[in-house]
C-alpha cells in the first residue's frame, strides 16, 4: 500500500513479498506437514459436508489407484497425493486447494526419499487410514473425517522425526 497525503491510499502491488517456492524450499518436512495437517484436516471435514456424488466418486477412484500393484515408489507418492488432492477438491474450496498445490513439488519430492530410505511399515494399515477418511466423507462425518486426516499426518509427521 502507499499512502499519499491529501490522495488516499492506493494498492501498489497484490504479490506477497516472499515467494511460496521460496518459502517451502527453507521449511522442513515437519513443518510442511504441520501445514498440511492444518489444510487437510479441514478440508476433510468440508469435504464430508459439501461432497456431491462425484467427488466421492473420484476419492473412491483414487483410493483403488494407492493400491495398485507393481508400483514404483515414485507412482505410489503420486497416487497418494492425487488421493489426498481429491479430497481436498471435495471441500469445494479453491484457496485450501491452491495452497496443497504450492506443498506438492516439495512434499513429492521429500516422499519419495523417505520412502526409498523407510518404507510404509504397513502398507495395509497405511491404506485402512485412507479407507476411513474415505468412508466418514462418504458417510458424510464431518468430525471423523478430521480426526483421521490429522491422525494420518500425524502419524506421517512422526516417520520423520
Known sequence: LDSRQGAGVFVTALDVSEDWDVVLRGATIAAVIEARIAIEAEAAALAARRRAPAD?????RALAGRRAEGQSVAEHVDADMAFHRAVILAAH?????????SFLPRLR???IDMLHLRPVASEDADHDAHAQLTQAIADRNPTAAAEFSRTHLSALKEAFA
Open 56 to 60: 466421492l466418486r473420484a476419492i473412491r
Open 93 to 101: 474450496n479453491t484457496v485450501l486447494t491452491q495452497l496443497f498445490d
Open 109 to 111: 519430492l521429500a516422499m
